[in-house]
């Protein structure tokens, strides 16, 4: 006697529900005065964003991250670095509702 043994594999697509985020983002650096900062811009979607900037200490090699406050669409998130420090680069960072 053989045994059959039968194996039933149901796969459910479940649709996913609309994700909310922000969209059409920009982070930029720039200088005010001799100090850096970075800011960060989300035009449409919904939910939250903040810069994080990337800062040179002086004319070392040594870098530390400052970051902006979390703001909602379409306000923008600025930081600063440190006096006479500059910034070297900026990214946007978002929340993710679902």
Do not use: E
């Not at 909310?20 to 100090?35: D, V």
């Not at 040594?62 to 440190?82: A, E, F, H």
Request: aromatic share 10%.
């Amino acid at each position: 006697m053989f045994g059959f043994i039968m194996l039933a594999i149901v796969s459910l697509t479940l649709a996913a529900p609309a994700q909310a985020i922000p969209q059409n983002c920009t982070a930029r650096i720039g200088t005010s005065g001799s100090t850096g900062y970075g800011t960060s811009i989300c035009k449409t979607g919904t939910g939250n964003h903040r810069v994080r900037v990337t800062c040179r200490l002086g004319s070392t090699t040594t870098t530390y991250l400052r970051y902006g406050p979390w703001t909602g669409i379409p306000n923008p998130s600025t930081v600063y670095c440190n006096t006479g420090d500059r910034a070297t680069a900026a990214i946007y960072q978002f929340l993710k509702y679902t």
